[in-house]
């Protein structure tokens, strides 16, 4: 097996099981926050939006400093980082008893974590471009199989033993992930020189300033931003509203019937994310962005109009399969667009710009509920969906791909003509006697 697959696959375990760790826990923070004492629903909800909003901030604060870590440091290091100490600050998270103990960790689990955009920016360093789609579909399904996963675990465990259990199951997997990186990856990473009379402050804003100005990325990560704020609008206010639409029934819990609506959509994304990245290795990246842009719009338009919790459960499914795909196709764009020795830094960049949209949804869908209903909170989630298709597909990420594809053909250009001029200077191989 060549190198590169080989830490793909470890790359998958790991994320699979970080992400199943991580997972397990978000859903269930209005249940655990009421184990802590926060009993009224709408300062549950505020609570809850707010913990993840914070927790979205620092991470957008840290994300380009990790990014511009990795390049100088390598991106095993990073993914080691962000999965280690995901262990111990979960780990801590099953021991609070008081309310602001468990926003704390949440900020820090924001500020030293994400493992999601390190291992992005290891595996677009070490995989051919050819099947760069392919490559980040398998990691986006490793994130899609772990949020599968871990709700429908944390469920159980909940509905079992307690909410606090979720938490310690939660760290021993961010554990084994992080054992999986530091003895299955191997990186031939090669520090770059340093730049003389450059402050790290100075690297930061430098490095930041070069990448953001690359042709493309700063309309990607938009994309990636509006998306992701998508992904958690609804993130505070789903255990609560399935609440009141009451569980899917067959005689399971409330926490049960959340973790199969998130494992559902999640592994309906899985699917989709594999199979959307080989297509969209072979079709194009942007067409296949396009298509999936505007399925998932109106998938998400009727969420809005469930009377039963299984109706929601369906729902969820079948926009999962359009989400899905849209991470590895823009991720792989994002690749087509950013120097190889760069992508660290410009994955951090693009984390710290989505990280914003991911902080901004948990807060506006935990205010929309709480002021209106959670029916609100769907409808702006599919109007999101459907403006960003229309920006997609008429904005400026049309014209990257237009930009990218005159690259291509002056690139195609500039070999044959170097072809054509070996030709020419090639010396006569006939031996005239």
């Known amino acids: 097996m060549i190198n590169w697959q080989r830490n793909l696959y470890a790359s998958w375990a ?16 209005p ?19 707010l913990m993840t909003t914070v927790s ?22 990073m993914v080691f980082r962000a999965m280690f100490t995901g262990f111990i600050i979960v780990g801590l998270m099953g021991f609070t008893d008081q309310v602001w103990q468990l926003v704390f960790l949440r900020i820090l689990q924001g500020a030293f974590t994400g493992s999601i955009s390190a291992s992005t920016a290891f595996v677009a360093s070490i995989v051919p471009q050819e099947k760069m789609g392919f490559a980040l579909g398998l990691m986006q399904t490793a994130v899609y199989a772990g949020i599968s996963i871990g709700p429908l675990l944390g469920g159980v465990v909940g509905d079992s033993l307690g909410h606090r259990y979720i938490f310690l199951i939660t760290a021993v997997m961010l554990l084994i992930a992080s054992a999986i ?46 998306l992701q704020l998508s992904n958690v609008l609804i993130s505070p206010i789903l255990t609560i509203f399935v609440q009141q639409l009451g569980s899917i029934g067959l005689g399971i819990g409330i ?44 998938t998400h338009l009727p969420q809005a109009f469930v009377t039963d919790t299984f109706q929601l459960f369906l729902l969820r499914c079948l926009s999962g399969l359009f989400v899905g795909g849209m991470l590895p196709s ?13 992508r660290g830094t410009a994955y951090g960049f693009v984390n710290m710009i989505a990280s914003l949209g991911l902080a901004i949804g948990p807060i506006s869908g935990a205010v929309m509920t709480a002021v209106i209903n959670p029916q609100i909170a769907f409808l702006a ?24 594809v005159r690259a ?14 070996s030709k020419i200077e090639e010396p006569s191989t006939f031996n005239l006697k």
């Open 408 to 421: 291509e053909i002056d690139n195609q250009k500039a070999k044959i003509i170097e072809i054509q001029k």
């Open 56 to 77: 979205f901030v620092a991470m957008a604060v840290m994300a380009p400093i990790w990014g511009i870590l990795s390049d100088q440091y390598g991106r095993k290091t």
């Open 255 to 298: 926490s049960t019937s959340v973790g199969l609506i998130g494992a559902g959509a999640g592994l309906a994304s899985a699917v989709s994310s594999v199979v959307g990245g080989r297509v969209s290795d072979r079709y194009g990246h942007y067409r296949v962005l396009v298509v999936l842009a505007v399925g998932a719009g109106l």
């Open 181 to 226: 990186v530091w003895f299955m990856i191997h990186e031939d990473f090669v520090r770059p020189e340093r730049k003389e009379n450059r402050s790290f402050g100075q690297a930061i804003f430098g490095d930041i300033g070069s990448v953001s100005r690359l042709p493309g990325l700063m309309a990607m990560a938009t994309v990636l931003a509006v």
């Open 330 to 342: 823009a991720n792989a764009i994002i690749s087509q667009v950013t120097p190889r020795d760069k």
């Open 14 to 29: 790991a994320q699979m099981l970080a992400l199943v760790g991580f997972s397990a826990t978000i859903p269930f923070l």
């Open 381 to 404: 989630n599919a109007l999101i969906l459907i403006v960003l298709a229309f920006w997609i597909g008429f904005g400026p990420p049309r014209r990257v791909m237009a930009f990218l």
């Open 31 to 49: 249940l655990f926050l009421q184990d802590l004492g926060v009993k009224d629903p709408a300062t549950n909800i505020l609570l809850t939006g």
